[in-house]
């Protein structure tokens, strides 16, 4: 018996992968006004990852912060969940 993977529907696999990206949830969490602040700072090139990081992990004091590797493949598109 023959498969044709390309009639397979993977599409969960990948809807998978973009809910467990660490730098969405943690954006998720953050309130309304922080919300927008890091939206804008991540598309600013001039702002450094190592900022954006510090001042997430400031607002939001669980016990998994992010790395600055997670924020920076978010911030390049190359993050599981495409940025």
Same mark, same amino acid.
């Given at each position: 018996m023959t498969v044709d993977l390309s009639k397979i529907d993977l599409s969960e696999f990948y809807e998978a992968s973009k809910r467990n990206c660490v730098v969405v949830r943690k954006a998720e969490a953050?309130? =309304?006004d922080d919300l927008e602040k890091f939206v804008a700072a991540?598309?600013?090139r001039s702002i450094a990852t190592s900022v954006i990081l510090?001042? =997430?992990n400031e607002r939001l004091s669980d016990k998994y912060q992010m790395s600055s590797d997670s924020v920076y493949r978010h911030r390049s598109r190359t993050c599981t969940c495409r940025g």
């Open positions: 953050l309130k =309304v991540m598309a600013e510090r001042w =997430v």
